[in-house]
């Protein structure tokens, strides 16, 4: 699948030191390829991957961070913008607000309307009314009315009418005078485009003048999905997506061809049959979910605020030259406690989590650290073999803590010293997996 691609890809980049054009041309070229096995289109995908090179090439990677784990944020940023960026809420005025429902049979159409009026009802406090203008079925009329009593919202149908128009015009009459706040239509959808679909839901649309028209697509159907989309946004100039099934085996794909082709945000998504199974879309959430890459973003986000490139050079500089002391294990630790919670952090790195599980990350680990360092003079903490029994003895007393706890910290710090002179950084994801050890 396509997370699985993407693992792939950027796993070229590990071990290099630095984003440069040659190691991000074979990666990218892996995220293009796995774009377009999510059902991207072509153009679409080899826009992007032009975008994220240009922005790529000639960052500066942190000597904390992977170059990989700095492109696989790039690409995060990229598809999020794709996607439409922030959230796009959806628009409740009007009263009652008129939301109509457009979309092929099968889509979910009938489905999302009951979520949307259970979601109105419990979350926006609304008196939503389900309106029910598919009426080639029996059957259709009778699903609305299951759906409706499920959630406790009242359903809107007139059987003997044939006349889709007629009946939501009604049934906003309805809601007016019983003070339903929400009308939601749905309508019927055919297997495939045509024009008598078409003829009716536009009819509906201008008769009505929804304050949101929102066209209902399953999320499996990949690339047609792009061609309904672009066909129902010609007649209806629709107001927002809602993409369905997302729950199964799906192509985050259609999102991304969507928003690229319709220009048209995705408002929420479905995930499953439920009626409480809706989602607000969140443009970065769905980067993620496509990319699979954990917490990963947040992590080098977190560490991108929080890390003073130069005072990682610095350190580097004098672990090379043997100077490195206690104050520059002080601020380290310091560095890594302002990323945030210890076992958020090591939560955030993937693969880590299951490891670690049952090892016990205090979060005050660091306090009696702390305390040993801050009782050692300037001079010990920056030679420490002058440290001998006596003067431990006296760090102990001063500190609060007993000597082994000294003499195991002095350990510590020996043996990190030369860890870090063996790893090439000194900076947070190598403090941690010392911290871990
Ligand atoms: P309509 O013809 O557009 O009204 O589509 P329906 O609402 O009747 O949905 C068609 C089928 O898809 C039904 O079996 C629904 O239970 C199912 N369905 C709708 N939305 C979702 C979803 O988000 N996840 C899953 N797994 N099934 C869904
Ligand atoms: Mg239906």
Redesign the pocket.
């Known amino acids: 699948n396509l997370s699985d691609k993407l693992d792939k890809a950027f796993h070229i980049l590990k071990g290099h030191g630095k984003i440069t054009e040659v190691n991000v041309a074979e990666t990218l070229k892996e995220v293009r390829r796995a774009l377009l096995d999510a059902d991207v289109n072509f153009k679409i995908a080899k826009d992007f991957t032009t975008k994220v090179k240009e922005k790529a090439i000639g960052q500066n990677v942190l000597t904390t961070l992977q170059p990989g784990q700095l492109l696989v944020k790039i690409v995060k940023d990229e598809l999020t913008e794709l996607m439409g960026g922030d959230v796009a809420g959806i628009n409740l005025s009007g009263n009652p607000t008129v939301i109509l429902m457009s979309?092929l049979?099968?889509?979910?159409?009938?489905?999302?309307s009951g979520k949307l009026a259970n979601y109105l009802q419990t979350k926006k406090n609304k008196k939503p009314l389900l309106v029910a203008c598919d009426i080639y079925r029996p059957a259709a009329i009778q699903?609305l009315y299951v759906v409706g009593d499920s959630i406790a919202v009242e359903v809107y149908s007139e059987p003997e009418n044939k006349n889709p128009v007629e009946i939501a015009q009604n049934a906003i009459k309805h809601a007016k005078a019983n003070g339903f706040n929400v009308v939601i239509v749905d309508t019927a959808?055919r297997l495939a485009v045509d024009e008598a679909m078409m003829t009716e839901i536009s009819n509906v649309h201008k008769a009505i003048q929804p304050h949101e028209t929102l066209f209902?697509v399953d999320s499996m159907t990949g690339q047609d999905a792009v061609n309904t989309a672009k066909a129902f946004n010609d007649r209806l100039n629709f107001d927002g997506v809602i993409l369905?099934?997302?729950?199964?085996d799906t192509r985050g794909g259609a999102a991304i061809s969507i928003k690229s082709v319709v220009n048209k945000p995705i408002k929420f998504v479905?995930?499953?049959?439920k009626m409480d199974?809706i989602d607000v879309f969140y443009p970065s959430r769905m980067a993620e979910r496509i990319l699979g890459m954990g917490d990963v973003v947040s992590l080098v986000e977190r560490a991108q605020e929080q890390f003073d490139e130069e005072e990682a050079r610095k350190i580097q500089k004098k672990i090379a030259k043997n100077e490195f002391g206690f104050d520059d294990f002080l601020s380290q630790i310091q560095q890594v406690k302002k990323m945030g919670n210890m076992k958020d952090l090591v939560g955030m790195i993937p693969g880590a989590t299951k490891a670690m599980k049952d090892v016990e990350i205090e979060d005050d680990a660091f306090k009696s650290i702390e305390a040993i360092i801050h009782s050692m003079t300037p001079k010990e903490r920056s030679k420490p073999v002058i440290i001998d029994v006596k003067r431990k003895a006296r760090i102990a007393k001063g500190s609060g803590t007993k000597i082994e706890q000294v003499n195991q910290l002095m350990k510590q710090f020996e043996q990190m010293s030369k860890m870090m002179k063996i790893m090439q950084g000194p900076g947070g994801k190598n403090m941690m997996k010392m911290m871990g050890n």
């Open positions: 979309g049979q099968g889509s979910g159409k009938t489905t999302f699903q959808g209902v369905t099934k997302l729950d199964g479905g995930t499953g049959e199974a």
